[in-house]
């Protein structure tokens, strides 16, 4: 397939058919709303399932269904349509079924606005829901990137037996880019016929709970889970950007930020003044080691973090460069994107003090 100029959102429902991705349930809400009416379309085509639930509370539950029958299943929303179905994807993590969430994420806290946002990093990094799990959570700066996260999300979902967060943003979900489908792995759903609920002829059944009465069985469980979490840090990624060699200032920022950062810095490096990105692509886990010697390399003086937020992944990085150096923070909310005048503006404003 040649490249195709797609709106993200509609990439994105594609990216999850040729993953395998034949269960899909949602409810609309901007601005993701586009992949469910692009799915409306395409399941039948392809022989698959989608259904509009209720509510998010419904389509969530329907997930998890479907995950536990070793189907490969997702759903799309967006910030507070994700909060609604937080109780399901704890039961889900809890449960140790594999399902991909995507978050096309807007302002808020509340209603908030549909405009695009990066508020959500809390609710994607921390958990959002009850009791001790962890997403794996993919965070795409481009459409193309999107789509490669959504077919690498089903196959990590698989590897672990977890939910697999994309973090994305309205205005990656909205924007049209090129994509080519052609250049990128499609995984192979795994075998789950040892734990999928899939009728128990023949066989002792599979029972998948997340109901623990006993502390110590209870207690056992968790442990269990934490010991996942820890294995998935080899999949921690990031991407350095620019700079000429020996940088004075890093920024840091994901998603669409880190694409303005870059611009930004293009420009400055044209201008001979030494600045590189560090932009983590995963989420969680976060690429501790590599902000780490970033931040201890005896040319960076300073870090500055990028966030359409009120400083959220700022938190971490503070916390993995354990404040070795000055951290700033520049951000802008309510749904609006930082532009490259006004990063470059702040960077000169840091470099001169």
Request: proline share 5%.
């Amino acid at each position: 397939m040649a490249k195709k100029l797609m709106k993200g959102n509609e990439a994105i429902g594609e990216a999850a058919i040729q993953a395998g991705a034949m269960h899909y349930f949602a409810y609309p809400i901007t601005p993701q709303t586009e992949v469910a009416e692009y799915l409306a379309r395409r399941m039948p085509e392809v022989g698959g399932v989608f259904l509009q639930a209720e509510s998010e509370l419904g389509a969530s539950n329907m997930l998890f269904g479907a995950a536990a029958s070793g189907k490969r299943a997702f759903t799309t929303s967006s910030s507070p349509g994700i909060s609604l179905m937080s109780e399901a994807i704890s039961y889900i993590t809890c449960a140790e079924l594999p399902c991909v969430l995507v978050n096309v994420c807007r302002a808020g806290p509340g209603l908030g606005g549909i405009l695009p946002s990066q508020g959500d990093y809390f609710q994607a990094t921390k958990g959002g829901g009850h009791g001790d799990y962890r997403l794996l959570v993919l965070a795409p700066s481009t459409v193309q990137e999107a789509v490669e996260h959504i077919m690498q999300a089903f196959d990590l979902a698989d590897k672990y037996r977890n939910p697999v967060m994309i973090f994305a943003d309205g205005l990656i979900g909205q924007m049209m880019e090129p994509v080519d489908f052609s250049t990128i792995k499609k995984g192979k759903p795994a075998d789950h016929s040892s734990w999928a609920a899939t009728g128990a002829k023949g066989r002792e059944p599979h029972i998948i709970k997340t109901l623990y009465l006993q502390a110590e069985e209870n207690e056992k469980h968790n442990i269990h889970l934490a010991n996942k979490y820890k294995k998935m840090d080899i999949e921690k990624k990031s991407e350095i950007y620019g700079g000429l060699g020996k940088p004075e200032l890093i920024l840091a920022a994901f998603g669409t930020s880190a694409r303005v950062c870059k611009t930004a810095i293009d420009q400055l490096n044209e201008e001979g003044i030494d600045i590189a990105l560090f932009r983590p692509i995963t989420l969680y886990p976060f690429d501790d080691v590599t902000i780490s010697e970033l931040a201890n390399k005896k040319h960076v003086k300073q870090i500055l973090t990028i966030e359409m937020n009120s400083g959220q992944m700022i938190e971490d990085i503070r916390l993995f460069t354990k404040s070795i150096k000055p951290i700033h923070f520049f951000g802008r909310q309510g749904g609006i994107v930082p532009s490259p005048e006004e990063v470059i503006a702040e960077i000169r404003k840091i470099i001169r003090n």
